[in-house]
Structure formats: structure tokens, C-alpha cells
């Protein structure tokens, strides 16, 4: 292990040690830490904890999108995570789950919100279908190429396409329908009650009533109704997510990850897994594409959807601990969070961001939250390492007798 | 030799008929005109030289190589249009000279891989939890578990498979592929590196597995471990079946002998 590595290693000894404590709780107290935790995290934006809450930007529309980032993850997670599938495109499942919904509601129809984000799903699941058909027959390297041209393939078609508002883009899109009386203002803000929000003073918290919530409002005003809709999504995704994984699917993801011929000579028909895995993330993709497009700004063009968020989406699975649900999740969030966090650098906050990412591969290559297979193997070679150095000191302390 | 033999050659049904299977690589022809069959409820033994073609006759059965000309067929079933997870379905299961395990994932849930093979479960299955899943799922685990009490590393199940020792992870190997639940299984050398004592082990393993019911196509090296478990040997040579008999006549057979220990110019 490096220098920094091992500088930074009590923080990680200490994620492990959590987890474990985690993991070794009885089912009811892992169930009520989890409700906790739900709770903890639907509350963030109206809480504004100092240090963590942004000053600079709108902290609800940050949560926002760490929420999008993360339900992001946790789909490209099954693709790369369980079924070993390296995917460089994903941001075309995003752009054509926002797509489908931008013409649905906006540009071509007016359909609801949530009559759209089903289609939108089903559009993108279909789309990673007729992808992965075809390309999922080539492995490793050759996929990572082939998905690359296919992120990059939707946004320019996209591009040139008038029929999709071509570089214009599509505005407009409809927010979700508000829950309860609709707004109308300036007088009635709309919803069925308000929340307020605290608001700090130093350490001392106290509550504003100026900027509370209304329920559940979804407006160009406020970004936190669409986070709590965004990570109710995540929660259910995360629910299925472990349903599947512990069953005879993840088990075929994860032979088929691990050596795809023994796979084959022990009766799982691999190709038929990796095309669900693969239409799995697809279809989670375009939800988190779908919440996009509809989101506070309404607006999406072929701008939205570069090949860098590609490259961020596959980063925050990877810095997260990919195979982890939980490890996803936290890099995803990690991803969107910290540029928004350093704005206050202006121009430098790329900068520390890469800088964070750094730091992050070399003090835990294996991720934030690894599975659990991942430090037990690290663990196990760590012994190994050990016993070999034993092994070594005792030749060297023997040698001198020798002589 | 096999004093302990409850196979009868006389009443024997062919499950697995290799019939004149020939594989080219371009120039280089691996198998010539193989044919030979394994029945139902025998040991069967391919041996041969290094570079026989025994590993390359596995593999045309399990589905990895196409046969140029000829065909293998499975309980009279053509092999040589069928997907390899298909081969797998139909009953015939192999494990790997070179180790294959899933190596990060657990004992257990390495041999559960085998026992899923005929499982219908999918995606929604999975998600909404069917009693088909409930019944697939224990049904899975009960058999994994019996499998690997059955090759002795029961203890080590919630190790990851990577951490097993070296004779472990073959039997694990073994434990995986008759957790397919095959009619008929392939071992490719499986005493590969084990010192004699775990050979004695491992031949009583071997028995075992066809005692409860399991046609076994043993690949091995090891004469003595070769003479001692099989009813019936094949031996091949540069691509060619040159002899097939009881181990007692394979030991005398002068073809055999000359393969193995080489021939003296002269006398020949």
C-alpha cells in the first residue's frame, strides 16, 4: 500500500468496521437503521446541516441531482458491478429515457408526467435491448468501444434530428402534477401543507418560515419536491435491486462476471443474463433520465447528455466500490456533490475534484463501500503477503549462521 | 484390477456415442476419426501421452469445439448444434484441468451456480419473490449443502472459493459440476498435483460419485489411479483411438505400452 494509503487507512479501517457492525445487527435493527437513515436523507435539504448544506447554489437542486446521480449508479452498478459488463455509454440511457419524456410531454404530445415515465422506461429497456443484442457477443475491450460510439451516437443524432428539436433542445417539459391544490400565483402557493426549513445561525439552528416546503409542489421555485420524488425512486430501485441480486440472477451475473466459459459449461445461459443486466441498467437509466428532463428547469438539448457524464457515471460506480449497491450509491452521490460543494473555488472546483477523485483511487482503489467478496479477497492476500514476509525475515535471521 | 465393480459390460446402455469425430485446427488435426462410447453406470478412463487430444475430446463434447466431420450424441441426442449451457442441460457436466472456480465468489454459492442449471427462475421471479423462487431457491441450497458434505469441504462453505487450498478447490470443482445434476461426468484431471495420499482420497470420491448413480469419463494421468477406479479405458495418441479395453488388457497392450514408454527402433 502507498504512503498516502496508508496515511489515510484508519478512515477506511473504520468504513469497514461500520459495515461490518452493520451487517452483524439482528434483521429488525438493520431495518429500523435503514428507516433512520431514509429519514435522515428525505430531511437533508429542510435540515441544511452547516458545512454540508451549499451556500452558493440552491442546496434542494443539488440533492436533486446527487439523487439522480446516485439512481444512475446503482443501474450502471448491475452492469458493471455484477454482470462485468464495462459500459462507456450510459449517458445515451439517460439522454434517451430524458428524450422519450421530452416528447411526450413537450415536444410532440402533452401527456402527464407520470404517464410518460413508464413509456420512458420501456423505451430505454427496448433501446439497451437492441443495443445489447447485438454487441454483447463481443467481450472486455471491444464492448467498452462499441458502448463509447453508442453515448456518443444518441447525442449526435439527437443533434441533427429536427423531429427532437435538434440543437434547440426541447423546453417546456411539464413538471409532475402537484399533489393537492394546484398554485396559483403569487397568492396560494399550492399543496396541502407546508414545511419549514431550519436555517442555521453559526451552530444554532432556527426555523424558517420564509422558504418552507409546500406539498408536494412540484414548481420551477422549489427543487425539493422533486428530490423527495427522486429518491422515493431510488428507494424502490434499491429495494428490487437486492431482491434480484440474492437470487439465481445475481448469482448468474456474478459466474458470468468471473469466468463467462465455466459459466456456460455450468448451464447458465450467459448471453440471455448479460442482455437483462444490460437492459436492467438501461431501463434505470432512463428513469433517472426521465425525473431529469422533467425536473426544476424543464429544459434539456444534446448539450445535457456529454460523453463526460459518461465518464463520471462510470467513475462514481468505481470510486463508489463497484459490485456494492450501497458503494454505488455513495460515488454517485460523491460524484454530483463535491463540484457543487467547492463552487466557492470558482474556477479551481474542477480542479479539487480531481484532486478528490485522486486521492480517493489511491487511498481506497477498491472503492468507498466494496463488496463484501472484494476485502475478503484483499484480505486473504494480505495474510498471504504476511506469511511470505515472515518467511523472508527468518531466512535473512538464519543466514548469518550460515556464514 | 477393479475388484470392486457393480458395472456389467453386457447389459450396458450407451448414454454418450462419439462417432467418428475428427477436429482440424487448420493443418493440425487434433482428433482422427475418434469413435468410442461410454455406458451408463461405468467408470470410463481416457488416457493417453501429453497432447493426445483427451482435453480436445472433452471439449467437442461439451460444446467448445465443433467436430470438422462425425458426431458426439448424448443419450441419442446430437450434440453438435447445441448451445454449451443446452449440453449442460441435457445431463453431461465437466470440470477443468487448469481450475475454473468463480473465484470471488463463496463456496457455497459457487456450487448453487451448478445447482440453478435447471432452474427456471428469472427477473420477475427474483423480484417479486414467486413461490417458484421459494421453492427453487431452498431446493438449490439443500442440494449444494448434501454436495459438499458429500466431497468433504462442508465446513468451508462461506469461504470465498479463492481461498480454498489447492485440493479443495478441485473438489469444489467436482461438487459444482454434479451440482448440475448430470447423468454423465466429465473430471479432467482431477488429481493434477495431489500427492499420493490425496489420490487414494480422491479415488474413493470418484467411487462414491458413481455408486450414487453418476456415469463418470475420468482423463487421467496417473496409471495407478486410472487402473485402480475404471471399469473401461480408451487410449488415444496423436488425435487416434489406439486401444479400448479393461484396464487388464490396456496394461498388456503392446500399442499402449509403446506410446507411453516409446518404442525401440529396433525390435519394431
Known amino acids: 500500500m502507498s504512503r498516502v494509503g496508508s496515511y489515510f487507512s484508519p478512515l477506511g479501517q473504520a468504513m469497514d468496521a461500520v459495515s461490518d457492525g452493520y451487517k452483524r445487527q439482528h434483521p429488525a435493527v438493520k431495518a429500523l437503521i435503514l428507516v433512520l437513515v431514509a429519514l435522515f436523507f428525505y430531511g437533508l ?26 439512481l444512475v449508479a446503482l443501474g450502471l452498478n448491475i452492469v458493471i458491478g455484477y454482470a462485468g459488463l464495462l459500459d462507456l455509454g450510459y449517458v445515451g440511457f439517460y439522454a434517451t429515457g430524458a428524450y422519450t419524456t421530452g416528447v411526450l410531454t413537450s415536444q410532440h404530445g402533452s401527456w402527464p408526467f407520470f404517464l410518460a415515465l413508464p ?43 429536427e423531429w427532437l428539436g435538434a440543437s434547440a433542445g426541447i423546453k417546456d417539459i411539464p413538471h409532475p402534477n402537484t399533489i393537492g391544490p394546484a398554485a396559483e400565483p403569487p397568492f396560494k402557493p399550492g399543496g396541502l401543507f407546508e ?106 438539448s444534446p448539450d445535457s447528455f456529454p460523453l463526460l457524464l459518461s465518464m463520471l ?19 454517485g452521490a460523491l460524484v454530483a456533490y ?42 486473504a492476500a494480505a495474510e498471504i503477503e504476511a506469511l511470505e514476509e515472515g518467511e523472508l525475515d527468518e531466512q535473512l535471521e538464519e543466514e548469518p549462521r550460515n556464514v | 484390477m477393479s475388484e470392486y465393480s457393480p458395472y456389467d459390460a453386457s447389459s450396458a446402455k450407451a448414454l454418450l456415442e462419439v462417432d467418428h469425430v475428427t477436429l482440424r485446427f487448420g493443418g493440425l488435426t487434433a482428433l482422427d476419426d475418434v469413435s468410442f462410447t461410454i455406458n451408463e453406470g461405468e467408470i470410463l478412463g481416457l488416457i493417453g501421452p501429453n497432447g493426445a487430444g483427451k482435453t480436445t475430446c472433452f471439449n467437442v463434447m461439451t460444446g467448445v469445439y465443433r467436430p470438422t466431420s462425425g458426431e458426439a450424441r448424448f443419450d441419442g441426442t446430437s450434440l453438435t448444434k447445441l448451445k454449451k449451457h443446452k449440453i449442460t442441460q441435457l445431463g453431461l457436466a465437466r470440470t477443468f484441468q487448469n481450475i475454473r472456480l468463480f473465484k470471488s465468489m463463496t463456496v457455497l454459492e459457487n456450487v448453487m451456480v451448478g445447482t440453478d442449471a435447471h432452474s427456471k427462475v428469472g427477473f420477475w421471479d427474483a423480484l417479486l419473490r414467486t413461490p417458484r423462487h421459494r421453492r427453487t431457491e431452498a431446493a438449490s441450497l439443500a442440494r449444494a449443502k448434501e454436495l459438499l458434505d ?114 525401440d527402433e529396433d525390435a519394431s
Open chain 2, 150 to 263: 458429500m466431497v468433504g469441504i462442508k465446513a468451508r462453505h462461506d469461504e470465498l472459493a479463492s481461498n480454498l487450498s489447492y485440493g479443495d478447490q478441485r473438489r469444489l470443482e467436482i461438487a459444482r459440476a454434479m451440482g448440475t445434476n448430470p447423468k454423465l461426468l466429465c473430471l479432467d484431471e482431477p488429481a493434477a498435483g495431489f500427492n499420493p495420499a490425496e489420490k487414494v482420497k480422491l479415488m474413493e470420491l470418484i467411487r462414491k460419485v458413481r455408486d450414487a448413480g453418476y456415469t463418470v469419463l475420468l482423463i487421467e494421468h496417473d496409471m495407478r489411479l486410472v487402473m485402480g477406479v475404471t471399469d473401461r479405458i480408451v487410449v488415444l495418441e496423436f488425435g487416434q483411438k489406439i486401444a479400448e479395453g479393461a484396464p487388464a488388457e490396456i496394461r498388456d497392450n503392446p500399442a499402449v505400452i509403446a506410446a507411453y514408454l516409446g518404442v
Open chain 1, 119 to 161: 413509456v420512458a422506461i420501456a423505451v430505454t429497456m427496448v433501446t439497451g435491448v437492441i443495443l445489447g443484442a447485438p454487441t454483447l457477443r463481443v467481450r472486455g475491450d471491444y464492448l467498452a468501444i462499441v458502448t463509447l460510439g453508442f453515448g456518443e451516437i444518441i447525442r449526435i443524432c439527437v443533434k441533427n434530428i
Open chain 1, 313 to 331: 457515471f462510470v467513475a462514481a460506480v468505481i470510486v463508489g466500490g463497484s459490485g456494492n449497491r450501497w458503494g454505488a450509491i455513495a460515488g
Open chain 1, 45 to 70: 435539504p429542510l435540515l441544511r446541516p452547516p458545512l454540508i448544506t451549499t451556500n452558493e447554489i440552491d442546496f434542494g437542486g443539488v440533492m436533486f441531482q446527487v439523487a439522480a446521480f446516485a
Open chain 1, 338 to 379: 463535491l463540484p457543487e460543494r467547492f463552487r466557492e473555488f470558482a474556477d479551481f472546483r474542477l480542479l479539487f475534484f480531481g484532486l478528490a477523485l485522486t486521492v480517493l483511487a489511491v487511498w481506497r482503489p477498491e472503492g468507498l463501500l466494496p463488496p463484501r467478496r472484494t476485502r475478503r479477497a484483499k484480505a
Open chain 1, 195 to 300: 414545511i419549514p426549513r431550519l436555517e442555521w445561525d453559526g451552530l444554532v439552528p432556527h426555523l424558517d418560515k420564509e422558504h418552507s416546503v409546500h406539498f408536494l409542489v412540484f414548481g420551477a421555485t422549489n427543487a425539493i419536491p422533486y428530490y423527495w420524488l427522486i429518491l422515493t425512486a431510488l428507494v424502490l430501485v434499491l429495494l428490487g435491486d437486492r431482491l434480484v441480486k440474492n437470487s439465481r440472477v445475481g448469482r448468474a451475473w456474478e459466474a458470468t462476471r468471473e469466468d463467462e466459459d465455466a459459466a456456460e459449461l455450468m448451464g447458465v445461459p450467459t448471453f440471455k443474463f448479460k442482455l437483462m443486466a444490460f437492459a436492467l441498467g438501461a431501463a434505470i437509466g432512463g428513469l433517472s433520465g426521465s425525473f431529469y428532463a422533467s425536473g426544476q428547469g424543464g429544459y434539456i
